[in-house]
C-alpha cells in the first residue's frame, strides 16, 4: 500500500500520557479523547505534546467540552508558543461515527487535522497505534434497495463528477507512524525500559561506576551474539551474508592501531588528569568543613 | 550536602515518580530550555504512608515579563481546576527544575522550598540535570530542606550567632530522597511496542572517553564559587577584627570614665552621668551567613560531581586499556 500524505513523528511522552489518561477516565466511558500539539513541517507532523478532553458519548450523540480544550490550549501555549494543534486523539481500536463528528470540530481548530488512535484495550494482543488524516470529501453513491435501507455501493472522489451523491462520506487514510526521540529522551526511555523487568514495576536510578558496568555488559551481550552468529557461520550452519560481513570488517577496523607506547602515554596523562582533578575537589571539600568548623567555634 | 533520608525522622522516605512524569521533564527541558538558565515546574501526586508519589506534572512558562507574578498564580489556578477535569491529581506536592552543572544552590531555591515546605509538609524539590543526563544516565535528584534548616529559615535569625546555636553546617541543609521509577501496566505494554518498532540506539553516549569539556566547565564553576567564598571570609574576618577593637575601646572608654569619676570623686565635684555606651560606640553590623552556607553547599556539589565524573571515567579508560590490550 503506497504511503499517501506526511509522516507522522511521535514523541514517547505523548503516548505515555495518552495511556495515563485512559487509565484515569471516567466511570463507564469506554474511551478517552484529547488534542494533539506538535508542529508541521513540509513532510512531517511532529506531534510533541498532548491533553486529555472531557467528553460524553452515548450511542446517538456526543458531546466535547470545546470551551476547555481551547482553555488548555492557551495555557501550553504560554509555556511552549510554538506548538499548534495538529489534530486529536482518540483510544480505542476503530474509527466511529461519532470520530467522524469530533473531526469536523477539530477541522475548526486546525487545517487538516490528523486522527490518532492508540489501542489501549488492547483488542488485537498489541497496542496498535495509528495515524489517519482526512481525505477530501468523497460522494457516497446510495442505492436503495427495495426495503428502503440504503447501501453504498460504490465510492467516488468529490466535487467535480458532480454525482448527485446523496450523503457526503469521509475517508481516514492511514499515514506512516514513526517514533522520534531527543537524545536525552531516549536515555530516559531506555531507563524506562527496564522497570519491564523487575515484578513491583520499579526501577531505581544507579550512579557512578554501576552505570558504565551496566552499559559495559550491555555492549558483551551485543558481542556475544555477534561471536555465536558467526561461530555458526564457520561451522557451516548458516549461510555467510556479504552485507554483514561488511559491517563485521568496519567493527574491527574501528579500534584504532596506535603503538603501545603511545597509547600508554595517552592513556597515562588522561588518567594523571583525573586524578589530580579528584585530589583538588577533595581538597577543597575537606577545606570548607574545616572553615565551617573554626566560624562555629 | 545531603545526609541520607533513612538517619534523620522525615515525613518522606521514599519517591516514587511514574514514567510518563520523567519524560515530560526532559521534554519541557528539551524543548524550552536551551540556552536560558532554568526551567521550571510543578509536581502533582498524592502521599501514600511515607512515600510520596508523583502521578504528573505541567511546566511554567518562563519569565518574560513584568507581570510574571501575577501570571503564574493564576496559570496554576487554572491549569490545576482544568486537570481535576480530567480525573488528574491535583495535589501540589512539589516543584522542579533543571539545573546548569549543577549549580543549584542558590537562595531563590531555598526560599521557594522554603515555602513550598512550609504550606505542604512532604515537598521536595526535583532537580533535573539535562547535561548530566546526556552523557549517559538520568540525573534526577530530590531534595528537601531538613527540619533544622526550616527552623532557621522560619526565625530569619542569619547571624553567626543564630546559626551557631542551631548548629548547622552545609552538610545539613538539604537531604536527598531515593527516587524510585513505577510504570503502569499499560505502559509497560507501551514500552514493548516501543522496543519493537524503534531502532536501536546507534549512540552509546555513556561510554564516550572525552572529558576534557565538561572537567573545565565544572572546574570553571567550582573556582568561581570558590572566589565567592573566599570573599565572604574576609568580609567576616575583617567583621570579627572590627568587633574586637570595637569592643577594646568600649573597655578603655569604661576605664577613662572610671578613671575621672574617682578623681571628681576625690575632689568632691559631682560626677559625669553615665552616658550610654552603646549609642556611643554602635556595633558594626554582623554580615549574614546564610551566603557562606549556601557557597559551602555548592562547591560541595560540585565537588560530589566531578568527583563521580571523573571515577566513571577512569572506569572507561581502564577499560579502554583492557580493549587495546588484546590487539
New interface residues.
Given amino acids: 500500500m503506497s504511503v499517501f500524505g506526511p509522516v507522522v513523528k511521535i514523541h514517547p511522552v505523548v503516548l505515555a500520557s495518552i495511556c495515563d489518561s485512559y487509565e484515569r477516565r471516567n466511570e463507564g466511558a469506554s474511551r478517552v479523547i484529547g488534542t494533539l500539539l506538535g508542529t508541521i513541517d513540509k513532510h512531517s507532523i511532529e506531534v510533541t505534546n498532548c491533553f486529555s478532553v472531557p467528553h460524553n458519548e452515548s450511542e446517538d450523540e456526543v458531546a466535547v467540552d470545546m470551551e476547555f480544550a481551547k482553555n488548555m490550549y492557551e495555557l501550553h501555549k504560554r509555556v511552549s508558543p510554538t506548538e499548534v494543534i495538529i489534530g486529536w486523539y482518540a483510544t480505542g481500536f476503530d474509527i466511529t461515527e461519532h470520530s467522524v463528528l469530533i473531526h469536523e470540530y477539530y477541522s475548526r481548530e486546525a487545517t487538516n487535522p490528523i486522527h490518532l488512535t492508540a489501542d489501549t484495550a488492547l483488542q488485537s494482543g498489541k497496542m496498535n497505534i495509528r495515524a489517519y488524516v482526512r481525505l477530501a470529501h468523497l460522494s457516497v453513491l446510495c442505492l436503495k434497495n427495495s426495503e428502503g435501507i440504503s447501501e453504498c455501493q460504490y465510492v467516488f472522489y468529490s466535487a467535480q463528477m458532480g454525482v448527485p451523491g446523496k450523503t457526503v462520506g469521509v475517508m481516514f487514510t492511514p499515514l506512516s507512524v514513526k517514533y522520534i526521540y531527543y537524545d536525552t529522551e531516549r536515555i530516559g526511555v531506555d531507563l524506562l525500559q527496564r522497570t519491564r523487568m523487575t515484578p513491583g514495576r520499579t526501577k531505581g536510578l544507579t550512579s557512578d561506576l554501576s552505570q558504565v558496568a551496566g552499559s559495559a555488559s550491555r555492549v558483551q551481550d551485543m558481542l556475544t551474539t555477534v561471536l555465536a552468529y558467526i561461530e555458526d557461520v564457520l561451522s557451516g550452519k548458516v549461510t555467510a551474508d556479504n552485507s554483514v560481513g561488511r559491517f563485521l570488517m568496519d567493527l574491527v577496523n574501528k579500534v584504532p592501531t596506535i603503538s603501545a607506547e603511545d597509547f600508554e602515554n595517552m592513556l597515562n596523562s588522561n588518567i594523571n588528569d583525573l586524578l589530580m582533578v579528584t585530589y583538588l575537589s577533595n581538597l577543597t571539600q575537606a577545606q570548607i568543613a574545616l572553615n565551617e568548623k573554626l566560624v562555629l567555634l | 550536602m545531603a545526609s541520607t533520608a533513612g538517619t534523620l525522622d522525615s515525613p518522606v522516605k521514599q519517591i516514587?515518580i511514574?514514567?510518563?512524569v520523567?519524560?515530560?521533564i526532559?521534554?519541557?527541558?528539551?524543548?524550552?530550555g536551551q540556552g536560558s538558565e532554568v526551567v521550571q515546574g510543578v509536581l502533582l501526586g498524592l502521599v501514600v504512608e511515607d512515600r510520596l508519589e508523583i502521578t504528573?506534572c505541567f511546566?511554567?512558562?518562563q519569565h518574560t515579563e513584568d507581570d510574571a507574578d501575577f501570571?503564574e498564580v493564576q496559570?496554576q489556578m487554572?491549569?490545576m481546576r482544568?486537570l481535576r477535569?480530567?480525573?488528574?491529581d491535583h495535589l501540589h506536592v512539589g516543584w522542579y527544575q533543571s539545573t546548569y552543572y549543577g549549580s543549584f544552590v542558590s537562595r531563590a531555591l531555598l526560599d521557594s522550598q522554603f515555602s513550598y515546605q512550609h504550606a505542604i509538609e512532604e515537598s521536595v524539590v526535583l532537580i533535573y540535570d539535562?547535561i548530566k543526563?546526556?552523557q549517559?544516565?538520568?540525573s534526577?535528584k530530590a531534595y528537601r530542606l531538613t527540619p533544622k534548616l526550616m527552623e532557621i529559615c522560619k526565625e530569619k535569625d542569619f547571624t553567626?550567632e543564630g546559626?551557631?546555636k542551631a548548629?548547622i553546617?552545609?552538610?545539613h541543609m538539604f537531604e536527598e530522597v531515593?527516587?524510585?521509577?513505577?510504570?503502569?501496566?499499560?505502559?509497560?505494554?507501551?514500552?514493548?511496542?516501543?522496543?519493537d518498532?524503534?531502532t536501536v540506539?546507534d549512540?552509546?553516549?555513556?561510554?564516550n572517553l572525552s572529558?576534557?569539556n565538561h572537567?573545565e566547565k565544572s572546574?570553571q564553576l567550582?573556582m568561581d564559587r570558590?572566589d565567592d567564598?573566599s570573599q565572604d571570609?574576609v568580609k567576616?574576618n575583617t567583621y570579627s577584627r572590627n568587633l574586637s577593637k570595637q569592643q577594646q575601646q568600649k573597655h578603655q572608654y569604661l576605664q577613662r570614665r572610671q578613671q575621672e569619676n574617682a578623681q571628681r570623686q576625690s575632689r568632691g565635684e559631682p560626677q559625669l552621668p553615665e552616658e550610654d555606651i552603646n549609642k556611643m560606640f554602635k556595633p558594626p553590623q554582623p554580615p549574614p551567613?546564610m551566603d557562606?552556607l549556601l557557597i559551602?553547599g555548592q562547591?560541595?556539589n560540585?565537588?560530589?560531581n566531578?568527583?563521580?565524573f571523573?571515577?566513571?571515567?577512569?572506569?572507561?579508560?581502564f577499560?579502554?586499556?583492557a580493549?587495546?590490550g588484546h590487539?
Fill in positions: 516514587q511514574e514514567g510518563m520523567v519524560l515530560k526532559i521534554k519541557h527541558y528539551q524543548e524550552e504528573n511546566p511554567f512558562p501570571d496559570y487554572e491549569m482544568s477535569h480530567v480525573n488528574i539535562p543526563t546526556g549517559g544516565s538520568l534526577l553567626p546559626l551557631k548548629n553546617g552545609f552538610e531515593p527516587i524510585v521509577i513505577r510504570n503502569s501496566h499499560l505502559i509497560n505494554v507501551l514500552m514493548w511496542e516501543l522496543e518498532k524503534s540506539a549512540k552509546h553516549e555513556l561510554l572529558s576534557s572537567l572546574l567550582l570558590v567564598m571570609i567576616f551567613r557562606t559551602a562547591v560541595n560540585y565537588c560530589q566531578v568527583k563521580e571523573t571515577s566513571q571515567n577512569l572506569g572507561k579508560l577499560m579502554a586499556e580493549l587495546q590487539n
